[in-house]
T-cell receptor, first 111, second 120 residues
Framework: RKEVEQDPGPFNVPEGATVAFNCTYS??????FFWYRQDCRKEPKLLMS???SGNEDGRFTAQLNRASQYISLLIRDSKLSDSATYLC????????????FGSGTQLTVLP | GAVVSQHPSWVICKSGTSVKIECRSL??????MFWYRQFPKQSLMLMAT?????????EQGVEKDKFLINHASLTLSTLTVTSAHPEDSSFYIC????????????????FGPGTRLTVT
């Protein structure tokens, strides 16, 4: 089983739509969770951290369910500029502070 | 915010040659940097963890004699791909840990823009 699993997509949605991405992780000892965004042929950029109580940043809402080892990202009112690959990222328990990346979910927002 | 630079941004080399990639943290000190490789349509795979002043820790399956890592200062880590072959062609990305306190912030990594290596 992969350490971090995501639906690869692609998700093609119209502008203004709401879209949700899901992610599961295998190591129950993980404690830090993130969503990164990666544009084509670019480096990943931190989109938001995911906190236990759930958190929101503008149009983006992240949720964490530790019992199910499940993370989600909701994007409301999609913009063309939201088109990218969204990476679910989980810490690898240990002192080196390493991260494990999911394979990403590709989103294309259509005009 | 934390800025990480990487040089070169792309390189084409002949099979058998060596290529050095530099990763610098520009506005903060990074005791730990990470090197990743990403093949097309795949996720980032951690190659090694680079610690300032000590030997790098390599992931299983990554040849330490082929991918030489040096982290001689708090702002610079280098990755040298020795005797490169076409199968080493990939997108190499470094990152530096922010070093901030807090369970979430301590894990945040800032990425360099990547180096696209093509070995012919």
């Amino acid at each position: 089983r992969k350490e971090v699993e995501q639906d690869p997509g692609p998700f093609n949605v119209p502008e203004g739509a709401t879209v949700a991405f899901n992610c599961t992780y295998s190591n129950s000892a993980s404690q830090s969770f993130f969503w990164y965004r990666q544009d084509c042929r670019k480096e990943p950029k931190l989109l938001m951290s995911v906190y236990s109580s759930g958190n929101e940043d503008g149009r983006f809402t992240a949720q964490l369910n530790r019992a199910s080892q499940y993370i989600s990202l909701l994007i409301r009112d999609s913009k063309l500029s939201d088109s990218a690959t969204y990476l679910c990222v989980v810490n690898r328990p240990g002192s080196a502070r390493q991260l494990t990346f999911g394979s990403g979910t590709q989103l294309t927002v259509l005009p | 915010g934390a800025v990480v630079s990487q040089h070169p941004s792309w390189v084409i080399c002949k099979s058998g040659t060596s290529v050095k990639i530099e990763c610098r943290s520009l506005d903060f000190q990074a005791t730990t940097m990470f090197w990743y490789r990403q093949f097309p349509k795949q996720s980032l795979m951690l190659m090694a963890t680079s610690n300032e002043g000590s030997k790098a820790t390599y992931e299983q399956g990554v040849e330490k004699d082929k991918f030489l890592i040096n982290h001689a200062s708090l702002t610079l880590s280098t990755l040298t791909v020795t005797s490169a072959h076409p199968e080493d062609s990939s997108f190499y990305i470094c990152s530096a840990r922010s070093g901030l306190a807090g369970i979430q912030r301590a894990y945040e990594q800032y990425f360099g823009p990547g180096t696209r290596l093509t070995v012919t």
